[in-house]
């Protein structure tokens, strides 16, 4: 049911034979636009061009004059889906452990067993699936907590992959928990920075990752002041997984005392805080990234994500994937799956008192998809939006098929109505990574090996005779 010209594969040709060109002007006519900047809000029945890889304008009429047009009369424009927080290397374990209970047990299964076997063609070949599927599901920009980097080929293969896929990448490294390893972290991020971080475009952005405390791998891997004072020597900011509960909070407490909360920070999670945590957090402009279907279904600190209270400290917070080997994979599903949680706690916290409940929008968790997301990678400023002057990381999604028509409200309609079917098309930084339904340049059968040969290997699963 595609509109005609808005995914062919004539349009695509002529996209392929000028994707060199730093002025090649892309224009998309006649389409329902959902900007999620303030000032631009819904456009219906408009146009967006991009040149190169910047979005130069957007609204009626705009000339045609030397651009390829993508006649996009029914479907929505969006912004790419910004992840802030997946294990990427995971992913030949998807779904390994479904019905995970706890924290420990994926820790013990996951973190102290597979990740110890790990060589660096699975650390690439994870992240690429990872980075793939991402795309596919409107994931343009990718925060990859990458905390098996066992040695420096292993970060190496890690990074190369997101180059590979074309995906907006953030390589956040960490140390591994448990095992053998070179000990070179985080000594060998000044490395990584000077051989792949130097683009001027920021499709690539380096971060330094670690945890809360020292409960879980030791103090080594713990955020704290030299890791802080390591991140600001690089001129990198800081992503904290597991950070729950009161351990986590009298942390939190320490750093504001120290001075090592900011905006270039981001607590990951943040489930079961104190609201002395909170204030902190609100205060200093900390970042915060919360993981809905991680802390429902694997049940992390109350299982209930930290929406209220962020939006109580008056923080809007970015949306992630987590793990992979219990989780979905998708952007689609982690907001609705916080629009459903928040919601019921909104109601039932107010059932039969006459109060009136305060409840998120889908605006709202199309917000934390988009344009929080971004700020909280730290790249708020070049993506998240679709505002003049960004780069084009955008979503072309079909609003007319089975499952989406008639199109009545477009945020409605992406956040409640669509998947990944509907989109049929990805651009990232103005270059086609999906169109007409498929990911591009993707020799599936070969993925397929490669995948299969990294399960098995990190699983010791004996090659077939």
């Known amino acids: 049911m595609?509109?005609?010209?808005?995914?062919?594969?004539?349009?695509?040709?002529?996209?392929?034979?000028?994707?060199?060109?730093?002025?090649?002007?892309?224009?998309?006519t006649g389409a329902t636009?959902?900007?999620?900047?303030?000032?631009?809000?819904?456009?219906?029945?408009?146009?967006?061009?991009?040149?190169?890889?910047?979005?130069?304008?957007?609204?009626?009429?705009?000339a045609r004059d030397g651009a390829v047009v993508v006649e996009a009369g029914g479907t929505i424009l969006t912004p790419g889906f910004v992840d802030t927080h997946r294990h990427a290397w995971q992913s030949p374990l998807r779904r390994i452990m479904p019905d995970v209970d706890d924290l420990g047990a994926y820790v013990m299964s996951t973190l102290a067993g597979h990740a110890t076997v790990?060589?660096?063609?699975?650390?690439?070949?994870g992240t690429e699936l990872a980075a793939l599927t991402a795309l596919d599901s409107g994931i343009t920009c990718m925060l990859d907590f990458s905390h098996n980097s066992r040695t420096p080929e292993h970060s190496d293969a890690a990074v190369q992959a997101l180059v590979d896929t074309g995906i907006r990448g953030v390589h956040a490294s960490m140390g591994p928990h448990f095992g053998e390893w070179d000990k070179q972290w985080p000594g060998d991020?000044?490395?990584?920075?000077?051989?792949?971080?130097?683009?001027?475009?920021?499709?690539l952005t380096l971060r330094l990752a670690a945890l809360a405390t020292d409960e879980i791998a030791g103090p080594a891997l713990a955020y704290g002041p030299e890791l802080a004072r390591t991140a600001e020597e690089l001129g990198i900011g800081v992503s904290v997984d597991a950070v729950f509960g009161t351990s986590s909070?009298?942390?939190?407490?320490?750093?504001?005392?120290?001075?090592?909360?900011?905006?270039?920070?981001?607590?990951?999670?943040?489930?079961?805080?104190?609201?002395?945590?909170?204030?902190?957090?609100?205060?200093?402009?900390?970042?915060?990234?919360?993981?809905?279907?991680?802390?429902?279904?694997?049940?992390?600190?109350?299982?209930?994500?930290?929406?209220?209270?962020?939006l109580s400290a008056g923080v809007r917070p970015g949306l992630s994937i987590d793990v992979e080997v219990a989780l979905v994979s998708d952007m689609f599903t982690q907001m609705r799956a916080l629009h459903a949680i928040q919601r019921m706690r909104a109601v039932n916290a107010v059932h039969r008192t006459g109060r009136q409940p305060a409840r998120i929008t889908t605006h709202d968790v199309l917000d934390f998809a988009t344009l929080q997301g971004?700020?909280?990678n730290g790249l708020a400023d070049i993506t998240g939006s679709l505002t003049p002057g960004k780069q084009?990381?955008?979503?072309?999604?079909?609003?007319?098929?089975l499952n989406t028509m008639p199109l009545n409200d477009p945020i409605g309609t992406v956040v409640l109505g669509c998947d990944a079917r509907n989109i049929s098309a990805v651009l990232v930084n103005g270059q086609p990574r999906k169109w007409n339904g498929q990911v591009l340049d993707v020799d599936l059968r070969a993925l397929r090996e490669r995948v299969h040969a990294s399960r098995d290997h990190i699983l010791n699963i004996p090659t077939p005779a």
Do not use: N
């Not at 819904?42 to 609204?59: K, Y």
């Open 374 to 376: 971004a700020r909280t």
């Open 249 to 310: 909070s009298a942390a939190i407490t320490e750093w504001e005392k120290a001075g090592l909360l900011g905006a270039d920070l981001t607590l990951i999670h943040a489930t079961g805080l104190t609201c002395e945590a909170w204030k902190a957090i609100g205060d200093s402009g900390t970042t915060i990234a919360l993981a809905p279907t991680s802390d429902a279904q694997i049940g992390l600190e109350t299982a209930i994500p930290a929406i209220d209270e962020a």
């Open 33 to 62: 636009i959902v900007t999620m900047d303030a000032d631009l809000g819904v456009l219906c029945d408009a146009d967006l061009l991009v040149e190169g890889g910047t979005i130069t304008a957007i609204g009626s009429g705009l």
């Open 118 to 125: 790990y060589r660096p063609e699975d650390m690439y070949v």
């Open 189 to 203: 991020l000044a490395r990584l920075k000077e051989t792949y971080f130097a683009r001027g475009d920021r499709m």
């Open 2 to 28: 595609a509109p005609s010209g808005t995914t062919s594969t004539a349009v695509l040709e002529q996209l392929q034979r000028r994707s060199a060109d730093p002025k090649r002007r892309i224009l998309f």
């Open 392 to 401: 084009a990381d955008l979503l072309v999604i079909q609003a007319e098929d």
